[in-house]
Structure formats: structure tokens, C-alpha cells
């Protein structure tokens, strides 16, 4: 069996721990023409589960702390910057949201979420700094190892990258995460497989594997609704999740084991918005 991130937290923290999702306003460099214009091709450029936090950091952890805290019975939490690339800014302004995020009491760590080709050394040694205040987690968008895929959906940048940003951020005790996503347009069981192990031999600490869903106003939106791709069944991911899960060593924890997009920008597939039902359906069937 598998080590859940509820496990992972309870032996690190000592209870169970929920994360407080924000947005600093960043953008990435796939969208504002440093890499590309348009941005991978699954994105819309949304950020509906993160409280914007550019004018008062602690006031959105608080909004997003009230959605969560009558599940909470220890009050502890981790603050998360979710969306687009969040070290993607002058170091003067990601150390004073940093700062601002890890100040509250009931904030025991946080995890920023980037891209590999965004972390300067500069950026670098600010996370250092804040990992030595509390606990820092950099999760990283690998999404495939497949070459020929990840320009397919625009990723922007070789594994190469990836590699090298896992290596310097474990040279500085930081904990990484890797974002897969399962489904991607022509892609085998075979490829999912072989990007988690990508991302193990990398040195990743963590993994968040993540159904392929297509999204109103995307590229991939327009590609399926011409028939070019299709979406995996329930049954279809399941089986991938599992053979992708069963090569991760014991001390690779697993952080999430699909992901979902808001049910109004959601064009398919259309099982995956009935969250509690496939969670069910995974966790029975995630037995090993």
C-alpha cells in the first residue's frame, strides 16, 4: 500500500493538516511571451479554488482558513500559493509574501507551486531562507516525461530542466512535489508509468496525480470537441493510477490521486465532477 499525504502529515506534524490555497497574481513565462503566448494547452487560466492574496496575504488565508476550519480539529495549517508560477516575480516581492504567509501561528509550512524553469538561484536561496523559518515545499509541473508530448501541450521547457531544479532544491534540503497528469492526448499506461518513475529517479519526495480534464475557453477544449482526442473512463484511469502507483518506493509519498476542475468550466469528462464518487471508486479499487 501506498503512503497517503494524510499519513505523510500526521508523522511530520503530528495531526491531520489542510492546505490554505491563495493567489499571489502571478503569471508564467508560458503566456507573457518570455517562453510562449498562449500557455500549456490544457490551462484557462483560472484560479477558482485560490483566495487572491495580492493586496493582504493574511486576510485571504483567513477567507480560505473559514472554508475548511469546521474540518479542521487541529487548526493547523499550510499555506499554499496555487496558482500559475508562484516564484515568478522580483525576489523583494515573493520574500514579503512569503513572510506575510508563514507569520500566522496556525501556518506550519508552505508549498509554492512553479515551474522548473523558474527558479533562479536567486529564487533559490529565498526558499532556502524560508525553509529554515517553517517547513517549504516546491511543487513542481512536470506533467509528462514524454518528450514528444510535452510539446505537444506547450510545457515550454526539456526534462532536463526539471531534472537539474529537482537536484538544486534537494542540495538545500527542500522537499519536491511532482505534478503528473494521466490522460494526455495519446498517451499510453506505458507513458504515465514511465514519467512517475521519471520524476522517482529524479529525486521528487512527493507526487500529485492528476486526471486529464478539458476545460472551456483551452486549446484542448477545441481539439476535443473535433473529435481529435478523447478522455479516459473511470475505469481507464483507475487502471493507470494504479500501475503508476505500484513503482513508487515507500518513502514517496502520494499528495493527491486525481484532480478535478470546477464543475462550470468543466467540458469532459463529465464522471469526474462527482468528486465523492470517484474517490470511492479509486480508493476501493487502489488495494494492492
Not at 120 to 128: G, I, K, P, Q
Not at 273 to 287: I, Q, S
Request: charged letters at 25%.
Amino acid at each position: 500500500m501506498y503512503k497517503t499525504v494524510n499519513e505523510y502529515y500526521k508523522e511530520k506534524y503530528g495531526c491531520k493538516i489542510y492546505k490554505l490555497s491563495i493567489n499571489g497574481g502571478f503569471t508564467c513565462p508560458n503566456r507573457d511571451g518570455t517562453v510562449g503566448n498562449k500557455g500549456c494547452i490544457f490551462c484557462n487560466g483560472s484560479s477558482d479554488f485560490a483566495e487572491d492574496c495580492r493586496q493582504n496575504v493574511k486576510e485571504a488565508l483567513e477567507k480560505a482558513k473559514k472554508r475548511v476550519e469546521a474540518k479542521s480539529k487541529s487548526g493547523k495549517y499550510i499555506a499554499y500559493f496555487q496558482s500559475f508560477t508562484s516564484t515568478y516575480d522580483t525576489v523583494s516581492n515573493l520574500k514579503k509574501m512569503y513572510l506575510d504567509a508563514i507569520s500566522p501561528e496556525y501556518i506550519v509550512g508552505i508549498n509554492i507551486a512553479t515551474r522548473p524553469d523558474c527558479i533562479s538561484d536567486e529564487v533559490l536561496e529565498l526558499l532556502a531562507e524560508i525553509n529554515k523559518i517553517k517547513p517549504l515545499c516546491v511543487e513542481l509541473g512536470l506533467q509528462t516525461s514524454n518528450p514528444e508530448t510535452a510539446k505537444y501541450i506547450r510545457r515550454g521547457y526539456e526534462n532536463e530542466v526539471y531534472i537539474n531544479a529537482v537536484k538544486r532544491l534537494k542540495q538545500r534540503n527542500i522537499e519536491v512535489i511532482t505534478h503528473i497528469i494521466i490522460g494526455l492526448p495519446f498517451e499510453t499506461k506505458a507513458d504515465a508509468v514511465n514519467s512517475t518513475k521519471f520524476a522517482v529517479d529524479a529525486g521528487t519526495k512527493g507526487i500529485k496525480f492528476h486526471l486529464l480534464h478539458i476545460l472551456k475557453n483551452t486549446d484542448l477544449e477545441k481539439e476535443y470537441l473535433n473529435g481529435k482526442i478523447r478522455c479516459l473512463t473511470l475505469e481507464e484511469y483507475t487502471d493507470i493510477l494504479k500501475s503508476s502507483i505500484k513503482i513508487l518506493p515507500k518513502n514517496v509519498i502520494v499528495h493527491r490521486i486525481t484532480g478535478d476542475g470546477a464543475k462550470s468550466q468543466l467540458v469532459a469528462p463529465l464522471w469526474s465532477a462527482d468528486k465523492k464518487r470517484v474517490l470511492n471508486f479509486l480508493n476501493k479499487n487502489l488495494r494492492f
